[in-house]
């Protein structure tokens, strides 16, 4: 028997961050790419310390949540958008 299916909504959590890495990674944010990608491929595992570790990158200075892109403010607006939903999904899974 194979690994249990994983729930939409974690799902749709696990996509959002995809789409959160990606545009962080094409403006030259590795670093906070790679601490979501960790937070994927736990999630990816069906674990819900997930979301710990996600909320884990808010909240203080310099946090994800700080983040502005050397960007168009397109970009910014792109990344503000997809940030607030992936961590509207994380609330709902917690």
Same mark, same amino acid.
């Given at each position: 028997?194979?690994?249990?299916?994983?729930?939409?909504?974690?799902?749709? @959590? #696990?996509?959002?961050?995809?789409?959160?890495?990606? #545009?962080?990674?094409?403006?030259?944010?590795? @670093?906070?790419?790679?601490?979501?990608?960790?937070?994927?491929?736990?999630?990816?595992?069906?674990?819900?310390?997930?979301?710990?570790? @996600?909320?884990?990158? @808010?909240?203080?200075?310099?946090?994800?949540?700080?983040? #502005?892109?050397?960007?168009?403010?397109?970009?910014? #607006?792109?990344?503000?958008?997809?940030?607030?939903?992936?961590?509207?999904?994380?609330?709902?899974?917690?």
């Amino acid at each position: 028997m194979g690994p249990k299916p994983l729930h939409p909504d974690v799902l749709e @959590f #696990i996509s959002s961050l995809r789409k959160l890495e990606a #545009i962080l990674a094409k403006h030259d944010q590795e @670093f906070w790419a790679e601490k979501l990608s960790r937070g994927r491929q736990v999630a990816e595992k069906s674990d819900g310390y997930n979301v710990q570790l @996600f909320e884990g990158l @808010f909240g203080c200075m310099g946090s994800l949540s700080d983040l #502005i892109l050397d960007a168009p403010t397109s970009a910014n #607006i792109e990344l503000a958008e997809e940030r607030t939903r992936a961590y509207e999904l994380a609330q709902a899974l917690k």
